[in-house]
């Protein structure tokens, strides 16, 4: 072989090597963000329900990370039809352990329409950053209140549509879960949203509800539809803690990408995403 022909060979086998090292680095590094992603956070939290009154709803509590560094994102939440916050307080603390200020709430009446709901959702965005403003809480000084999303459950979610409807510059994100809200036309939304929908729902039929709302959603505004195969109505809830590793997943990389600005967490949304959700999910889609 000659020297040059050597040389030229070494070259084109060193950059083999250096490819698919950068390869398998990308691939595991890709692996530990699905892991941490899909189980509790590395931050300790606490809850607290000692915050002023709102009369939009009947109560709240408030979850909050400990050690997490930087000013806090917040999320409010708000149930569905007849529920309470036990029925959905599983994203209060797996958010959390994650670094965002979360707030669950009770609405006024458990019989609330989305409407109504809606309203206690932004009320409670609206407690968020008070709390960040009142020096006796324990998020004093921790919020901030550009970075805020809202999420929720049946009603709950069609409020979360309707809020980030007509409350759009008040908000970075909304995760409605198995939406219910009849004829809902939502191409007022102009924050990224992540539609979350139960492929056998029989009570907020997708068709009618959550594929329906997720469609009216204008084009140009950032969207996707997940659609568990099989799911209920309650797949996002604490009662289907089988599903809290893919449901946390995609909502937490969700506000990273869109309420905190992180790029790393594109991937979830692209066609790069996990290969293990495709037999989990039914439907998906995915827009810019």
């Not at 407690?127 to 000084?141: H, N, V």
């Not at 029989?202 to 594929?211: F, K, L, N, R």
């Not at 996990?274 to 810019?288: H, Q, T």
Request: glycine letters at 8%.
């Amino acid at each position: 072989m000659q020297p040059a022909f050597r040389y030229l060979s070494l070259i084109f086998v060193s950059l083999i090597v250096v490819s698919c090292s950068s390869t398998s680095s990308r691939m595991d590094s890709s692996a530990a963000m699905i892991d941490s992603l899909s189980r509790q956070g590395p931050h300790q939290i606490r809850a607290y329900i000692s915050m002023p009154d709102a009369p939009e709803y009947a109560g709240a509590t408030i979850y909050y990370p400990l050690n997490a560094s930087g000013l806090l994102g917040g999320v409010a939440v708000a149930p569905g039809f007849t529920e309470r916050q036990r029925h959905i307080n599983w994203w209060g603390s797996r958010l959390a352990t994650h670094g965002y200020a979360v707030i669950v709430l009770d609405t006024n009446d458990p019989r609330d329409r989305p409407e109504v709901r809606a309203e206690a959702l932004m009320a409670a965005v609206r407690t968020l950053r008070a709390e960040g403003q009142r020096r006796e809480s324990p998020l004093f000084g921790r919020i901030d209140s550009s970075r805020m999303a809202v999420m929720g459950h049946s009603m709950g979610g069609g409020g979360a549509l309707l809020a980030a409807n007509a409350y759009s510059n008040e908000l970075s994100a909304a995760i409605p879960f198995t939406s219910w809200q009849p004829e809902g036309n939502f191409n007022n939304i102009t924050v990224p949203a992540l539609v979350i929908a139960g492929e056998a729902d029989t009570i907020a039929p997708v068709d009618v509800h959550a594929w329906s709302h997720y469609q009216s959603i204008a084009t140009g505004t950032p969207k996707a539809f997940l659609e568990i195969k099989e799911g209920d109505h309650f797949v996002a809830n604490n009662s289907a803690a089988h599903l809290h590793g893919i449901m946390g997943r995609y909502g937490i990389a969700w506000l990273r990408l869109y309420m905190d600005g992180d790029e790393r967490y594109r991937e979830f949304f692209t066609a790069s995403r996990p290969s293990a959700d495709s037999a989990v999910l039914s439907r998906y889609e995915f827009n810019e």
